[in-house]
């Protein structure tokens, strides 16, 4: 599932609003990339993860950010295994984007 807002719209950085929201950053040592997820428990899953994106509206050069998440049920079966057992769409990951929405700063400032 994927939100994007306008950068103006965060209080802080995306780091910082979603640390504000509950997500924890986490670092994938094999490919040096940076997510974010958040437990529904003291357990590492079910977890909401979540990648990051920012850049720009091609034609208004609008600063953007792209929240591009999905819900981890389980960790992956087999070592080596890089695949998990994942939803990308469905009513917990709605219910996600709506509470983040209302962290939102309003559109027009």
Known sequence: MKLV???KQLKDNPEM??????YGQIMDRQSDQVSYVKRYSRDHYPRIHMYVKEGQHKETREDLVMFDFHLDQKK???EGQN???????GEHLEEEKRRLKSLLLPDFI
């Open 17 to 22: 609003f979603l640390r504000h929201a509950g």
């Open 76 to 78: 992956p079966g087999y």
């Open 5 to 7: 807002v306008k950068k």
């Open 83 to 89: 695949r998990h057992n994942a939803e990308y769409e």
